[in-house]
């Protein structure tokens, strides 16, 4: 059994009376390690499928299951704990709370969780322990990704999910983000989902889902991924 399935999963969003089919039977796997992207147009239901697969957001039908147990089936109570504990999500604009500084940012995540690692040492895995002190407005927008990093990974997730993890960064500070994700992946095995618009870094990856009007049209393995320093866009 892979590590993550999803089987013919659809979702629909109801506008006044039209229907909007934002997810229509996405089939895809992932195995433990992988460092996965789901690339798409605009509006392709890339955001729509990463919030199913993170418990966020619940399919009309379908199987959604990580790690053998079935997300799509989970009460309430059991898709908090799956949120809380197995899931680390990772924003396009941060999503850190002004008023805390960089490390209390992330142990406020540490106290939902209960495995959670030391929030200093997430920040020094990150290159951040010299700002831990500081709040997010004085960091810049790649600084404050790293500690969105940190944050999601504090907590020892099953799944590292990334909704255009560098749609606001420059390309420099896009490539030292893109760097940290695919070293929690190879040095740490940890499992990475990446949302981008962006085909570029595409070469990246282990395996490419690709979406298009709420339909999976493709899903392509490569066998030799390219480091992100000789990624270019
Ligand atoms: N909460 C929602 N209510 C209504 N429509 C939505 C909602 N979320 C997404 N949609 C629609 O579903 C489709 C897919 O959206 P989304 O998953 O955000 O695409 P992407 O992330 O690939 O840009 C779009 O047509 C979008 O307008
Ligand atoms: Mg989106």
């Not at 059994?1 to 993550?4: G, K, L, N």
């Not at 290159?127 to 404050?144: K, N």
């Not at 990246?204 to 709420?214: K, N, P, T, W, Y």
């Given at each position: 059994?892979?590590?993550?399935l999803l089987?013919?999963?659809c ?11 934002a997810?229509?039977?996405?089939s ?19 955001t729509t ?23 799509d089936a989970?009460?309430r ?6 949120r809380?504990e ?19 940012n ?11 690692a030391?929030?200093?040492k997430?920040?020094?895995?990150v ?18 990704q ?5 944050r ?12 255009e993890?560098t ?5 420099q500070?896009?490539?030292?983000v893109l ?6 992946c ?5 499992t990475v ?9 595409i ?12 339909k ?18």
């Open positions: 059994m892979p590590f993550v089987n013919d999963v979702k629909e969003y109801r506008r006044d009376a039209v229907g909007v089919r997810a229509h039977k996405v895809f796997t992932i195995e433990r390690g992988e460092l996965v992207m789901i690339v798409g147009p605009s509006g392709a239901g890339k499928v990463l919030n199913l697969l993170g418990g966020m957001d619940r399919c009309d039908s379908g199987e959604i299951i990580v790690d053998g147990v079935h997300v989970m009460s109570r059991a898709l908090t704990r799956y809380r197995d899931i680390g999500f990772v924003f396009q604009f941060y999503n850190l709370v002004q008023n805390l500084t960089a490390v209390e992330i142990e406020l995540a540490t106290e939902i969780s209960k495995r959670a030391s929030p200093m997430m920040l020094q895995k290159g951040m322990a010299d700002r831990a002190d500081h709040f997010p407005a004085q960091l810049s927008g790649g600084e404050q790293r500690v969105s990093i940190a999601a990974l504090c907590k020892k997730p099953k799944l590292l999910l990334c909704d993890p749609g606001a960064l420059d390309f500070t896009g490539q030292v760097r940290l994700l695919q070293q929690c190879r040095e740490d095995g940890m989902v990446i949302i981008t618009h962006n085909r570029a870094l070469p990246m990856a282990d395996r490419v889902i690709e979406l298009s009007g709420g999976v049209t493709s899903v392509t393995m490569q066998k030799n991924p390219l480091p992100v320093s000789e990624i270019k866009w």
